[in-house]
């Protein structure tokens, strides 16, 4: 069981909006903690998308985009492409755990 | 080319140990925070530990603390991961991760990853 909650799947259109939400608690999210996202496609190593809660590194397209609000965070991701079906986990820092927690991650299928 | 290289993972029996190795390349090592995340088959991400720029504070995960040891070494842009008193449960993929300024920030930069499975 995972300290941030995560749907194990989503599933969209090519060009559709769909959005992950990642929910945890007073003391990870809720304390404000910021929350950051990850891609991970078949195979490879998770890839940094959304830090700060917002922010987008150099390079990640502007169809990404992450917000916050009391103990949840959301991913959206708008005009869903075939190279978008991966793995995204949300994570942040949990003041109790004194540490850095994931959640369990979802499963994005482009139909 | 910014980049994480991991090593040291393999077979071992259930209570042996293992040191993994992370060797970074591209940025001044010695200036960022790092951390170990392990990956078990089919499961999601688990943070395991962070050990700051200059070593002065370190973490653990409660379901390694004990039994595993961060350190690096700065002179040679390199971070490892003492294991010992494997579990089967341990078994996973090892990626080493770049952090942020701070202990709460995102991790930036990830390695390929490297397997330790623990079997009889």
């Known amino acids: 069981q995972s300290v941030l909650t995560q749907p194990p799947s989503v599933s969209g259109a090519p060009g559709q909006r769909v959005t992950i939400s990642c929910t945890g608690r007073?003391?990870?999210?809720?304390?404000?903690?910021?929350v950051h996202w990850y891609q991970q496609l078949p195979a490879t190593a998770p890839k940094l998308i959304i830090y700060?809660?917002?922010n987008r590194p150099s390079g990640v397209p502007d169809r990404f985009s992450g917000s916050k609000s009391g103990t949840s965070a959301s991913l959206a991701i708008t005009g869903l492409q075939a190279e978008d079906e991966a793995d995204y986990y949300c994570?942040?820092?949990?003041?109790?755990?004194?540490?850095?927690?994931f959640g369990g991650g979802t499963k994005l299928t482009v139909l | 080319e910014v980049q994480l290289v991991e090593s040291g993972g393999g077979l071992v029996q259930p209570g042996g140990s293992l040191r993994l190795s992370c060797v970074a390349s591209?940025?001044?090592?010695?200036?960022?925070?790092m951390n170990w995340v392990r990956q078990a088959p089919g499961k999601g991400l688990e943070w395991v530990s962070y050990?700051?720029?200059?070593?002065?504070?370190?973490y653990y995960a409660d379901s390694v603390k004990g039994r595993f040891t961060i350190s690096r070494d700065n002179v040679k842009s390199s971070l490892f991961l003492q294991m010992n008193s494997l579990r089967d449960e341990d078994t996973a993929v090892y990626y080493c991760?770049?952090?942020?300024?701070?202990?709460?920030?995102?991790?930036?930069?990830w390695g390929q990853g490297t397997m330790a499975t623990v079997s009889s």
């Open positions: 991760a770049r952090g942020g300024r701070y202990y709460v920030d995102g991790f930036d930069i």
């Open positions: 007073s003391s990870n999210i809720g304390a404000g903690y910021d």
């Open positions: 050990i700051s720029y200059s070593s002065g504070s370190i």
């Open positions: 994570q942040s820092f949990d003041s109790s755990l004194s540490g850095s927690v």
């Open positions: 700060g809660n917002t």
């Open positions: 591209g940025f001044t090592f010695s200036s960022y925070n």
